[in-house]
């Protein structure tokens, strides 16, 4: 089973950034595409951004592109999501979760997937953007 631990979050001014980190263990991700999703109260869990297994493809919601950045650390068995420019929408729980993929499904599917059938959220983390 897939075990995340998700952390960076906290308070902060519009215009602010944060970096938040999530520390897979039990299994490496090395083969895993892995994605950052946003739980907001009252509206439906949302994919923010995904990478492929391999790196060399990534999606990112519109509301981020351009803001955020996802990232991963093989040796650390770590994803991360830089997030630059925040913006009051952006608050909410901040999950990750992966995946392994055959196929060719590009990397927005595969993140729509995960959010669908992923069944092993962690508590994540939460990110307040406020004056």
């Known amino acids: 089973q897939l075990h995340f631990v998700e952390s960076g979050g906290g308070l902060v001014q519009p215009g602010g950034s944060l970096r938040l980190s999530c520390v897979a263990s039990?299994?490496?991700?090395?083969?895993?595409?892995i994605g950052w999703f946003r739980q907001v109260p009252g509206k439906e869990r949302e994919g923010i951004s995904c990478m492929s297994a391999r790196g060399d493809s990534t999606h990112y919601a519109d509301s981020v592109k351009g803001r955020f950045t996802i990232d991963r650390d093989r040796a650390k068995n770590t994803v991360y999501l830089q997030m630059n420019s925040l913006k009051p929408e952006d608050a909410g729980v901040y999950y990750c979760?992966?995946?392994?993929?055959?196929?060719?499904?590009?990397?927005?599917?595969?993140?729509?997937?995960?959010?669908?059938?992923?069944?092993?959220w962690g508590q994540g983390t939460q990110v307040t953007v406020s004056s």
């Open positions: 039990g299994f490496t991700l090395d083969y895993y595409t």
């Open positions: 979760a992966a995946a392994a993929f055959g196929g060719a499904q590009t990397v927005q599917t595969m993140c729509r997937i995960i959010n669908m059938d992923f069944g092993s």
